[in-house]
Nanobody, 114 residues
Framework: VQLQASGGGLVQPGGFLRLSCIAS????????VDWYRHVPGKQREWVGF???????AYADSVKGRFTISRDNAKNAAYLQMNSLKPEDTAVYYC?????????WGPGTQVTVSS
């Protein structure tokens, strides 16, 4: 199982970014994908998830601003982040659970700053 998140970068407050998570090594369409973020020195924070049937749920801190989607044909999940705030600055990770194991990919840094 491999996951690779990408699309991070530096953006001004109020801006937007779209993160991608490309998966391989398992039947992507059968699995939910979670997004987390982490700021060094702070607890890892769950951002949201998308089920295999594309049902979604979000943390209150991002609800209404972030949208998770997936394209099973591309083995990809996406995190659209709008109206970004400085407090959204973090390393973002996508994760999946396959069987009884959880898998994390390398994260992608998002920095929201003027």
């Amino acid at each position: 199982v491999q996951l690779q998140a990408s699309g991070g970068g530096l953006v001004q407050p109020g801006g937007f970014l779209r993160l991608s998570c490309i998966a391989s090594g398992f039947i992507f369409s059968s699995n939910a994908v979670d997004w987390y973020r982490h700021v060094p020195g702070k607890q890892r924070e769950w951002v949201g998830f998308i089920t295999s049937r594309s049902r979604t749920a979000y943390a209150d801190s991002v609800k209404g601003r972030f949208t998770i989607s997936r394209d099973n044909a591309k083995n990809a999940a996406y995190l659209q982040m709008n109206s970004l705030k400085p407090e959204d600055t973090a390393v973002y990770y996508c994760t999946v659970s396959v069987g009884s194991s959880g898998y994390w990919g390398p994260g992608t840094q998002v920095t929201v700053s003027s």
